[in-house]
């Protein structure tokens, strides 16, 4: 009788996902449904009694179709967003069903090792030092949190100030230098910490997007006794481009700072020889974030924290009670995450590096930034297509300009953002726009494992009939169009 419900509402899931993976080529890659409709298909009275599972599957289903964005097809370039390998999915699957808590070694044996052996496998793969400590999180936004929360530790015990049992208060301040192009993300880990975020300085970068050396020299010399982190970037989410890490790296050592490194996704290009110089001196640092969910294609919820001074990474997260157990010889996670039960979410990460093996990897890193370049160079020939930053990796920024002879930036502003409205709404390629050095710009992020040539060509498509269609082209003084459906 139970394995019956399992297996209707498993089949139902299962041949769901399947038609789904599988229309994905034919499915707009935007979202169709508008958002009074979802709340209405799916705000149901709760009722009293109980459903059968497969009948509630089999409804949601329904409720949420035209409403899932396309962010796993082939044509998603917005934001940085991965898809999922089959192995990974299918690790999801049964990480899901295996449904362990991933806290201790004690609650889930399997857990503890894949996380362990798949850490060690990661190291390798990104050339990170061997004997780093590591965490597996939700995302780089918790994995920041918990390599700072080592920096906090370590800084502070320096200046013989214990900050896990006297908080803050009291405590010698913590600087934060970093770019002026760093991702949110830091700045709210910095907030979690209670470090505060007017101690976050914001260093001036070049062009690229990257740290002006002289810049941190003179923040490091102007206080030379505060505890001070360092956070650079390996992959600026807009241009791609990296920090001089074997001449930032060293300097913020010489004055004593904690270097941590934001590399959500651009950490990868240490998994290709044709990449790897981009990350040269990168291993140099004390912490280093990345994610599972972005580059590595496996499914959200998948980040990954490397520290290097593991006894400040397991004096800030240390936990003990009496009523837990713990395995002397295995690794309890809890004692290196921010969280107490959790997903064991290492399975995934695991069956993709296995998928793929250490050549695999190399070759999706090197094939998503081949494919961003002939994106981005196929682009560029069609009209009025101006490029703010060619791929130094896999992301790049692409203007769309107003042709009218007295256009103003305003005006290929509006065009910029026009043109990307209408490419998400002909449901054939996904891009979201940014402000770049005070212009609009689209960015273009490509990390998905599923994009093909084929997808390349039907973007480019995409963009020559979009760009050849006159309702998108402004008349003087014409309101902005809105468009439903560009026909092809
Ligand atoms: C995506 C991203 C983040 C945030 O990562 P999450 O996994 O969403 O928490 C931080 N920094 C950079 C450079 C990113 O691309």
């Avoid at 808590?101 to 052996?117: I, Q």
């Avoid at 920090?243 to 300097?251: A, G, N, S």
């Avoid at 449901?427 to 710009?441: D, I, L, N």
């Amino acid at each position: 009788m139970e394995d019956a419900k399992f297996h209707s509402a498993l089949a139902k899931a299962f041949e769901s996902a399947l038609s789904y993976l599988s229309g994905l080529d034919r499915a707009p890659v935007a979202v169709s449904v508008d958002l009074a409709t979802l709340r209405s298909r799916l705000g149901k009275v709760l009722e009293d009694s109980s459903r059968p599972a497969e009948e509630v599957i089999n409804e949601l289903v329904k409720d949420v179709d035209g409403s899932i964005l396309g962010s796993t097809s082939g044509r998603f370039f917005g934001w940085v967003i991965g898809g999922s390998l089959p192995s990974a999915l299918a690790a999801d699957w049964l990480t899901a069903t295996w449904d362990q808590n991933a806290a201790l070694y004690s609650c889930g044996a399997a857990a503890a090792v894949a996380e362990e052996v798949a850490a060690g496998w990661l190291k390798e793969i990104l050339g990170l030092p061997a004997r780093a400590s590591y965490a597996f999180v939700t995302g780089t936004q918790m994995s920041h949190f918990t390599c700072l929360a080592a920096a906090r530790h370590a800084l502070l015990n320096r200046c013989g100030w214990d900050v896990e049992k006297k908080g803050l208060y009291g405590a010698p301040p913590i600087r934060v230098l970093v770019s002026e192009q760093r991702h949110g993300s830091i700045d709210r880990a910095i907030r979690f910490l209670g470090l505060g975020q007017s101690q976050i300085v914001a260093l001036p970068t070049d062009a690229m997007g990257r740290i002006i050396s002289s810049a941190l020299e003179e923040a490091l010399r102007s206080e030379p006794f505060s505890p001070t982190i360092v956070a650079l970037q390996a992959g600026d989410i807009c241009t791609g481009a990296f920090d001089e890490f074997e001449k930032l790296i060293p300097l913020a050592k010489q004055h004593g700072a904690w270097v941590h490194i934001d590399g959500a996704f651009g950490l990868w290009a240490g998994a290709s020889a044709k990449y790897r110089e981009l990350v040269r001196g990168v291993n140099q640092a004390d912490s280093w974030t990345t994610d599972g969910h972005k580059w590595l294609n496996v499914p959200f919820d998948c980040g990954y924290a490397f520290v290097v001074d593991a006894v400040a990474h397991l004096e800030s997260m240390l936990h003990r009670a009496v009523y837990l157990t713990h395995d002397g010889q295995a690794r309890d996670q809890i004692d290196w995450n921010p969280e107490w039960s959790r997903r064991a979410r290492g399975f995934p990460t695991y069956a993709a590096l296995r998928e793929l093996g250490r050549h695999g990897v190399a070759e999706l890193i090197e094939r998503c930034c081949e494919h961003s370049e002939m994106l981005v160079t196929r682009l560029a020939q069609l009209p009025d297509v101006e490029v703010l930053s060619v791929p130094v990796l896999n992301q790049a920024l692409v203007r769309f300009l107003d042709s009218r002879p007295n256009a103003l930036n305003a005006d290929h502003d509006r065009r910029t953002d026009d043109v990307i409205a209408a490419v998400v709404a002909s449901g054939e390629a996904f891009f979201t726009g940014t402000t770049w050095h005070g212009r609009r710009a689209m960015r273009l992020s490509l990390c998905n494992w599923r994009t093909s040539e084929a997808d390349i060509e039907r973007t480019v498509n995409a963009f020559a009939n979009v760009l050849g269609d006159p309702r998108v082209h402004l008349a003087d003084g014409a309101p902005t169009v809105k468009y439903s459906k560009i026909d092809s």
